[in-house]
């Protein structure tokens, strides 16, 4: 799933999802949310989705990996997954590549 609402925005989903009985919801033990906002961050819906079992990838990490396409596209080079993992790293995010 993807959440792009604006901060608290998705408050009221996020407790709906806590309140559902378990089962209510299979794919969420396997699926993944990416939830774009950082601020402030784990957003409700975040905490929500991680403690039904889901994955969640943060708004940050998707603003890092835009920073990677824009270095590629400005530059004309491709960045390094040395590179990656030291941006990564330098905010706290896990290393994927």
Known sequence: MISTL??????????QLGQLPDGTLPDVGTGVLLDVAYDPWPSRIAEAWRSRGGVVVPGLEMLLY???EQIRLFSGADVTADVIDVMCDSVGLPRRV
């Open 66 to 68: 835009q920073a990677v």
């Open 6 to 15: 604006p901060p608290r925005a998705a408050d009221g989903i996020a407790a």
